[in-house]
């Protein structure tokens, strides 16, 4: 994955980079006007832009096209896309050097790295245990076994010595099983409000959108709305972050020979207007979960950092500074919804997608009925959604022989799914561990789906969120298609 990840790493910290040197200066020339506007920024953010002035001197004299910080982020972008090595990359500089010796380049790629690292915009190593039980992190960072199925933190290599199988780790550094990249959250949405750019479009869906009543980005949506009444302080402040986050399973390598499972992480930022938010240049990767399988019902293990993270941001903020306004501010943030195929979300809610409680709609009032020759279950009734005076409700011979009379199932809320989690224990996760699901602490008399809770249900506002797990809607244009073309066309 080192060439997924440098392109990450530097393609996200080249938009921020760009946008940020190519506004005009930020910093003024005037050395006391400087002072003062960096005595008045927060710490990270003057830090920053005293970074990014000592960016503004040119590549070489003369040069206006290139500074020598732009020239840098450029060079570690062709790095990624080429898939250039370190040895490569040294080479390449070495003679770039010979062949301009006025230029002001790294002499290596470590010195070229170390001015990127400058950014803030970097990523946090996080190792994890090979069968996802753990993370070895907070209380169990020290570790060099798993505390739930013992597997050894570090790889080892097997020897066969009398015809015995003997386990050891190898001489020098030690090399985890398996690694978490993890790229905070705080540094990202500070540097939103620090490009003169992006800051003031952070305040799109308060000041400048249109409101005539349609529906042209999720603040006209009742979720938003819902949200927005439930908690009036965080609504007052246009700063405040609206995230969602979206994730699926990926083959790296492109080649179905090689069976390979990476999840990347993904958060939406819902402040864009909608012709920026969900460009991909606008979306901040949170964290790449490596393969070679996937976590299936333990990606809540991994998610723990980024659901700390988010607590932080809702309860106390982080320290910005906007420079469209010129002031700090206490910038927090709340994760609206999750975005996924079907599969997923299983895996992000807890409820099973599968056998007869599948759809996480019509429970407790299901309609699924097990196919005789199939064995498979159909999900029927579907006229319950049509308005109470539809025809197709009276109809008996072109559906089941039956009138269809009743109102559309309820949804849950927060609070009903709240409560139904309460009488659970939370499983063991782990693929090595004792799986007994959901363990029931006393008796219940409603039928349920649920694998587990999960670690979205820490979050203290999810209760006031209508629709937080949702399919993306190219899966169900997809779904819905194919199956109303089958049956048109019998298949």
Same mark, same amino acid.
């Given at each position: 994955m080192p060439g997924y990840v440098d392109w990450v790493y530097h393609g996200e910290g080249d938009d921020q980079v760009m946008e940020t040197t190519n506004t005009g200066n930020v910093v003024q020339d005037d050395d006391e006007e400087m002072y003062d506007l960096l005595h008045e920024m927060n710490y990270d953010a003057s830090n920053f832009y005293k970074l990014l002035n000592d960016g503004q001197v040119s590549l070489y004299p003369g040069c206006e096209k290139?500074?020598?910080?732009?020239?840098?982020?450029?060079f570690f972008h062709v790095k990624s896309l080429g898939g250039l090595n370190i040895k490569g990359f040294d080479a390449l500089l070495s003679l770039l050097t010979k062949a301009f010796p006025d230029a002001k380049l790294p002499k290596n790629f470590y010195e070229a790295r170390t001015t990127i690292k400058g950014l803030g915009l970097g990523y946090i190593l996080i190792d994890a245990c090979e069968n996802d039980c753990v993370l070895f992190w907070k209380e169990n960072a020290d570790k060099t076994s798993c505390p739930v199925c013992h597997a050894s933190r570090w790889k080892t290599t097997e020897l066969n010595v009398d015809n015995e199988s003997i386990k050891r780790t190898? *001489?020098?550094?030690?090399?985890?099983?398996?690694?978490? *990249?993890?790229?905070?959250?705080?540094p990202r949405l500070q540097r939103l409000f620090m490009s003169s750019k992006t800051a003031s479009y952070m305040r799109y869906h308060a000041k400048r959108r249109p409101k005539d009543g349609v529906l042209r980005h999720p603040v006209d949506a009742e979720t938003w709305k819902t949200f927005d009444k439930k908690h009036p302080a965080f609504a007052a402040d246009p700063h405040n972050v609206r995230l969602a986050l979206a994730t699926d399973g990926m083959n790296p390598f492109g080649n179905m020979l090689h069976p390979h499972s990476t999840w990347p992480v993904v958060l939406i930022n819902y402040n864009l207007p909608p012709w920026l938010c969900m460009k991909e240049?606008?979306?901040?990767?949170?964290?790449?979960?490596?393969?070679p399988k996937s976590t299936g019902n333990d990606i809540d293990v991994y998610l723990q950092p980024l659901i700390e993270e988010l607590k932080e941001l809702w309860d106390e903020g982080v320290e910005t500074y906007d420079i469209s306004k010129k002031e700090n501010f206490k910038c927090r943030a709340a994760l609206l919804g999750t975005i996924s195929d079907f599969p997923a979300l299983a895996m992000l809610s807890g409820w099973r997608t599968k056998g007869e409680f599948a759809c996480p709609c019509c429970v407790p009032d299901r309609c699924s009925e097990r196919l005789s020759n199939g064995d498979k279950y159909c999900y029927m009734h579907h006229r319950r959604y049509l308005p109470a005076g539809h025809h197709w409700r009276h109809q008996k011979s072109a559906f089941d022989g039956e009138k269809e009379l009743r109102e559309p199932p309820h949804l849950m809320n927060g609070d009903e799914i709240a409560q139904q989690l309460a009488h659970f224990r939370q499983v063991q996760f782990g693929k090595?561990?004792?799986?007994?699901?959901?363990?029931?602490?006393?008796?219940?008399?409603?039928?349920?789906?649920?694998?587990?809770?999960?670690?979205?249900?820490?979050?203290?506002?999810? *209760?006031?969120?209508?629709?937080?797990?949702?399919?993306?809607?190219?899966?169900?244009?997809?779904?819905?298609?194919?199956?109303?073309?089958?049956?048109?066309?019998?298949v």
């Open positions: 290139f500074s020598r910080l732009s020239f840098i982020v450029h190898p *001489r020098g550094k030690n090399i985890p099983v398996k690694q978490l *990249r993890y790229f905070p959250l705080k240049e606008n979306f901040i990767l949170s964290m790449i979960i490596t393969g090595n561990a004792k799986q007994t699901g959901l363990t029931e602490i006393t008796p219940v008399t409603f039928e349920h789906n649920w694998k587990k809770e999960s670690i979205f249900h820490g979050l203290s506002y999810l *209760r006031s969120i209508i629709y937080f797990y949702n399919v993306d809607v190219m899966h169900v244009e997809k779904n819905i298609c194919e199956t109303v073309l089958g049956t048109m066309m019998n």
